[in-house]
Structure formats: C-alpha cells, structure tokens
C-alpha cells in the first residue's frame, strides 16, 4: 500500500481534507496517510511554516496530496507552494479543465489539459533596481534541458491518454530568444510523435481563441507565466478553481493540491466545496496507477451534479453543505 504524505492545509483546509479522506475510504483507495503540516497551521505547531520533517517525509514516500495554503501577502514567509515545487524540482504544473454537468457556464464542451512549465521564465525571481524607484528588470530563463522535459511530458501524457493534439503557447514573434528557444524545442519533439497533431499559436491569440472555441484544444504546453494565467482562464470556462484539480510532478516525486485560497472567511463554516481537492486526489489516484479507482470517484461525482444536486454545495449552484455533498458522492460510491 503506498504511502501518501497529507497536508490539510489551513482555512478550509482540514474540512476539505476530511471530506477528500471519508470519499476515498469509501471508494477503497489503495492508500496510507502520513499526515505533515505546512503553512500558517505549521507556524503555530512547529514554528516553521515548512518544517523539515514535513519535507523529509515527502523526500521519503515521493508522493503528497497537499490541501491550501496561506501565503501572507507583502511580509512574511514566502510562498510554501513555490519552495516546495523548487526543493522537489516539480517541472510540471498540470491542471485539466473539463465541463462538468450541472455546473452553470456558457462552454459546454471544454476538456483540455494544461502542461505549465515550472522552474524557469520571469518565475525565478531575479529582479534588480535600475534606478531604484524609477526603473526595475526581470529577467526570464528559459533552458533548452527545461523546455525538453515539460514538452515531452505533455505528449507523453498525449499518449498513454489518447488526445489528440498538442497546442504549444509562446511568444516568440517578440520574445525571440527565451520563448523562440521552448518554440523550437517543441517543434523538433513534436517530429517524434507523428501520431499527435501539432500546432503554436502566439500566447495573445490563445487568449483570446480560449474564450472563443475552447473546444478546439486538447493538450496545452507553455512556459511559466504563460501556463499560469492560462491555467486559471481554463479553469474559469468550466465554473473557476473550486473545480479544478492540479498536480506538480517531477522526476522523483509528485504532490497534488487544490490550487484555490485558504477561504479563511468560510473556514468551521461546513460550507466549502471540496471539488477541487477531490479532483486532485483523483489526479493522484491516477499517478498511482490506481485508475479504476480514481474513474469510479469522477464517475460518482458526475452522478452527484446531475442527480443530486441539492445536496452541492452553494457556490456550484446546490442547497447543501461540505458533508451533505460529501455524504452524496460515498452513496453513490457505496455498493
């Protein structure tokens, strides 16, 4: 049985965690829990918001479901989402957005998966004053060995999935150097899978063709910032982040995480929607090889928003609260 490192998480966090907990148990997932704390709840317990034996224990089973976290906004630690992705040289930020029934959005055929780059672009921080107050630059670092990995990741992912078409963002009429170099990276690799469509649209055009035809996309590859915003756009045509799951994989290790905030002004409420956390986990099911599993909790979900949904929570359109949503999707999960 694999062990699999938990992170509640703060806010919302150890609601969400319980009701992720209670579904897979149910579903007689093929896990073991070594629950860690991270975050605001790890400052309070072990005056670290990352304490070392959370990141031991990571370095350990390889594998962690981490829940949200606070990160304090212009003072403070530093974001614990970034330094973990850093330490365990998670390269690919993952995150499918696919329509769901009964989820109220105007696109009705959505099912993309999003391959953001990780490590590198204007995301390593590397700022100086030019002139303090007056002029600042940022620069972007963008690696042929980085640009390799995360497109090749994507077509793989392409493969063993059976998409179809791989959609490489950049930005390369401008940004000739950095985002030219990931272009033709992804065009020489592309030549390695002949049985997956091709194609590079210029990041600005994507944009706007996302919100046009989003229909017309299947896997997407971009560099870091780029993923970052598109991310969050995909997420926002089928019904925003509280149901969209998200994975961080590298080489040696994997954490999946619910990419929304803490909610710390709905938090002991019993009113948080647990979806995105689920669908996480459900993504992390998945990297364990544990697919029927995870395809009968998508299923059992499907099933809630279609049949039950009453018993949803108020922010996709229900009547119920985190344990009646909870309770529905184990019913429908129990034999």
């Known amino acids: ?36 704390a991270a975050g605001e709840a790890a400052v309070t317990s072990h005056g670290n918001p990352l304490p070392e034996e959370t990141i031991q224990a990571i370095e350990r089973h390889r594998i962690a479901l981490k829940g949200p976290l606070t990160t304090p906004v212009g003072a403070g630690f530093r974001s614990i989402n970034v330094a973990l992705r850093q330490h365990f040289d998670l390269f690919a930020n993952i995150r499918p957005a696919r329509t769901l029934p009964g989820i109220d959005t105007p696109f009705r055929h959505v099912d993309m998966v999003l391959f953001r780059e990780n490590t590198q672009g204007l995301y390593i921080g590397r700022e100086r004053w030019v002139e303090e107050g007056q002029e600042a630059e940022s ?10 990995r995360i497109i090749k990741e994507a077509f793989e992912y392409a493969m063993r999935h059976g998409r179809k078409k791989v959609s490489l963002i950049h930005k390369a009429n401008i940004l000739k150097f950095t985002t030219g ?3 033709e990276v992804g065009r020489e690799i592309a030549t390695q899978y002949p049985s997956i469509e091709f194609e ?6 994507m944009a706007m063709q996302m919100v046009m035809r989003p229909e017309r996309f299947d896997v997407i590859v971009t560099t870091n910032m780029f993923g970052d915003i598109l991310s969050d756009l995909a997420s926002g045509l089928v019904g925003g982040l509280g149901v969209t799951g998200a994975g961080n994989v590298g080489e040696s290790a994997a954490i999946f995480e619910a990419v929304h905030g803490s909610a710390p002004d709905i938090a002991g409420k019993g009113i948080a929607n647990p979806l995105a956390f689920l669908f996480s986990a459900v993504m992390m099911l998945d990297h364990l090889d544990q697919n029927k599993t995870a395809e009968r909790i998508r299923a059992a979900i499907y099933t809630v928003l279609q049949e039950h949904k009453s018993d949803c929570t108020a922010d996709i359109g229900g009547e119920g609260q985190t344990k009646s949503f909870t309770d529905a ?6 034999p």
């Open 200 to 205: 590079d649209l210029i990041i600005d055009n």
């Open 1 to 36: 049985m694999p062990h699999v490192v938990l992170i509640p998480g703060d806010g919302i966090g150890p609601e969400i965690t319980e009701s992720v907990k209670q579904i897979l148990h149910v579903a007689q997932a093929d896990v073991q829990w070594v629950e860690c």
């Open 139 to 148: 620069l972007a670092v963008v690696s042929r060995k980085a640009s390799e």
């Open 329 to 334: 999707i184990c019913n429908v999960l129990s």
């Open 181 to 183: 170099l990931f272009l």
